[in-house]
């Protein structure tokens, strides 16, 4: 009788420091800085800007974050990095750029570990022009293979090639 209340107790105890010791975890987590990756990379309407320049190179999919299209612009005040989300995004709206494009952006400065990245909200070349953000920042790319319709994501699928 002694030896099982004995057990009892124990597991009793046993579930009590488990339980306290997940709550106290989970408040540490809850009290840490969010990540500067992450806080960097939020979109601020109320800092957007224009740039005008030409287009020096363009990568499709970098491998620096953050992740997705890059363009680095030569503008009157330097070279800019500037982020145009995904390249599949770009594709799908029929939108390219290459070496020597002149383009006008509106989009807002954001730093980042690497340096400071120009986020992208509207892009024009010429007479086309492409929301790659909602007003508020919001990357449209996300939602951008759900909005196409099934003959263009096929058409998109055959031009993309095996993967």
């Known amino acids: 009788m002694q030896k099982t209340t004995l057990v009892r107790i124990s597991v009793v105890l046993f579930a009590l420091l488990l339980v306290l010791g997940t709550s106290v975890w989970a408040q540490k987590l809850a009290d840490r800085p969010r990540a500067a990756s992450m806080r960097s990379l939020a979109y601020d309407a109320t800092q957007e800007t224009m740039v005008e320049g030409t287009v020096l190179s363009y990568t499709a999919e970098a491998a620096t974050p953050p992740i997705g299209t890059h363009v680095q612009l030569q503008t009157a005040s330097g070279t800019m990095d500037i982020h145009l989300g995904t390249g599949s995004y770009l594709d799908a709206n029929h939108f390219s750029l290459a070496k020597g494009d002149s383009v006008r952006v509106v989009g807002a400065s ?22 790659l953000r909602t007003a508020k920042g919001a990357p ?10 099934p003959a263009q994501r096929a058409q998109l699928a055959s031009q993309a090639g095996p993967r």
């Open 110 to 131: 954001s730093a980042t570990r690497q340096g400071t990245i120009f986020l992208v909200r509207l892009i024009q070349k010429g007479g086309q022009s492409l929301a």
């Open 140 to 149: 449209l790319s996300f939602a951008g293979a759900r909005t196409l319709s």
